[in-house]
């Protein structure tokens, strides 16, 4: 009888700990910091994704800009050439104006470079910026995923042992498992073995009396240090 108690015992801590292993195959923390990893990388993407439309803008108007000038330089130029009156003073001024928008157009193209090759670099950086954002993402589902898994098997081992418990506790009489269950209540554990006197519930040497307590075989003996059932006898 004191085996089924024992059998009881062992399931009962095996649900505990089953249970404490729950936390942490659901791993809070991890799923967190996957969650804030990735918060944080999206909020990178959405900066990255500005500046990237910022510098396209700013090649677009630099552009433009150029267009323009390169129009006002191709009047100049044409003025300059149907120039037939030889006006030496209006000559001396287009080649200034036509000198000046060819700097003007030169540094607006240096700086129309800049951009470009900024917009290249922000845009590979949004590349793989994305790329990571996407990883993290399914990692986090893989790690939710997994941890489902984990979790129905925890339960599975769970349901089992209840169902073994209640199997166990319907052949013990009702008088035993109820002074056992007030015993665990108070203890942890309610039954405890003995071996060489020495009882595996409080690591103490039972008495002279309780041994010969159990020898006479009793109905219930108790371990005369801890209190637990240390044997039962039931016909
Ligand atoms: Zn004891």
Redesign the pocket.
């Known amino acids: 009888m004191l085996n089924l108690l024992i059998e009881i015992q062992k399931n009962k801590s095996l649900i505990k700990k089953e249970k404490r292993a729950l936390k942490t195959v659901l791993n809070i923390s991890v799923m967190k910091d996957l969650k804030k990893k990735f918060d944080d990388k999206k909020i990178h993407y959405i900066k990255l994704d500005k500046e990237l439309k910022g510098i396209r803008k700013n090649i677009e108007i630099t552009e433009k800009k150029i267009n323009e000038v390169k129009d006002e330089l191709e009047k100049d130029e044409n003025k300059l050439y149907s120039n037939l009156k030889y006006d030496l003073k209006l000559i001396k001024s287009l080649e200034k104006s036509i000198e000046s928008k060819k700097d003007e157009i030169k540094n607006m193209e240096d700086k129309s470079l800049e951009f470009m090759y900024e917009e290249e670099k922000i845009s590979s950086d949004k590349k793989k910026n994305r790329k990571e954002l996407v990883d993290l993402r399914n990692k986090f589902y893989e790690f939710k995923e997994n941890g489902s898994k984990e979790i129905l098997k925890v339960k599975e081992v769970i349901e089992k042992a209840e169902k073994d418990i209640s199997n166990l506790e319907r052949e013990i009489p009702e008088e035993l498992l109820d002074e056992f269950n007030e015993i665990s209540e108070a203890k942890g554990t309610g039954a405890?073995e003995l071996y060489d006197g020495v009882?595996t519930?409080?690591k103490?040497k039972?008495s002279a009396i309780t041994i010969d307590n159990i020898k006479k075989n009793k109905k219930i003996v108790y371990?005369d240090?801890?209190?637990?059932i240390?044997h039962c006898k039931y016909d």
Do not use: Y
């Not at 240090?225 to 637990?228: D, E, K, L, T, Y």
């Open positions: 405890a009882c519930g409080c103490m039972v371990c240090n801890c209190g637990r240390v």
